[in-house]
């Protein structure tokens, strides 16, 4: 059971990786598309101060903890909290060269949160669990 539970969020973060790819590379706002009709507007889906970065907070901290929990052994684990937060920086600046699309820092700032907050969750928990 346990394995079984497991190997489904493993395959959840790929899926969710590759949802993340198809996204963030798309040029234009796919969600925006099905939402409104419209490929130019980015959907607000939680309303805030801040705009749309939060749906980049809450979508890279969804994904690092999906990676963490896959990756449960210790190296692995820096290996994904590495990788991830990296992907974050990279996938942002890609915004620079990606036709109908804007870099903004605040998303890059909501995409390193994310990770790092799963990350200081997930060490919080191990800690408590010990």
């Given amino acids: 059971m346990k394995n079984t539970i497991f190997s489904f969020l493993k395959y959840l973060f790929y899926f969710s990786f590759i949802v993340l790819l198809i ?10 598309y099905f939402l409104y009709g419209n490929f130019g507007k980015q959907p607000d889906l939680i309303s805030n101060p801040i705009g749309t ?6 979508f890279f901290f969804y994904l690092s903890i999906l990676a963490f929990i896959d990756q449960r052994n210790r190296k692995k684990f820096i290996n994904s909290f590495s990788f991830l937060f990296f992907i974050s920086i990279i996938l942002e600046l890609l915004h620079y060269f ?7 820092l605040r998303d890059l700032y909501a ?3 994310g990770v790092i907050l799963a ?8 800690k408590i669990k010990e």
């Avoid at 970065?53 to 809450?58: D, G, K, Q």
């Avoid at 990350?119 to 191990?126: D, N, Q, T, V």
């Fill in 111 to 113: 995409n390193g949160l």
């Fill in 119 to 126: 990350y200081l969750m997930l060490k919080i928990f191990r």
């Fill in 23 to 32: 996204l963030y590379l798309f040029p234009g706002s796919l969600i925006g």
């Fill in 53 to 58: 970065s939060i749906n980049h907070l809450v």
């Fill in 98 to 104: 990606i036709p109908n699309r804007a870099f903004e």
